[in-house]
């Protein structure tokens, strides 16, 4: 079993910062890349960030410049650190990884998904 658990959501008004985490744990050899996404009322669910297993990043247009992905892979945990927040990133925040459940086994897990709202 290999469980992926979101924290750091909440409520903030525009201009905040929020910093959202997820851990991995459970039977695994090691993670590939580590991703965010996130998913507004009404809206497709859409990718934020990424950062692969050598550390390189990719951001979504609308959040370059405002959001930093991070990872710390002694702890399993990758970051998201939300800066100058908008209305329009309200949205459940979904944390997704590659991981390897055996050495040539790789297998792609979700989070359950932590709310982020951003009032006017």
């Known amino acids: 079993q290999v469980h992926l658990v979101e924290s750091g959501g909440g409520l903030v008004q525009a201009g905040g910062s929020l910093r959202l985490s997820c851990a991995a744990s459970g039977n695994f050899s090691s993670i590939s890349s580590m991703a965010w996404h996130r998913q507004a009322p009404g809206k497709q669910r859409e990718s934020v960030a990424l950062?692969?297993?050598?550390?390189?990043?990719n951001y979504a247009d609308s959040v370059k410049g405002r959001f930093t992905i991070s990872r710390d892979n002694a702890k399993n945990t990758v970051y998201l650190q939300m800066n100058s927040l908008k209305p329009e990133d309200t949205a459940v925040y979904y944390c997704?990884?590659?991981?390897?459940?055996?050495?040539?086994?790789?297998?792609?897990?979700w989070g359950q998904g932590t709310q982020v709202t951003v009032s006017p």
């Open positions: 997704n990884a590659d991981l390897f459940i055996l050495v040539n086994l790789l297998r792609n897990y």
């Open positions: 950062v692969t297993s050598g550390g390189s990043t």
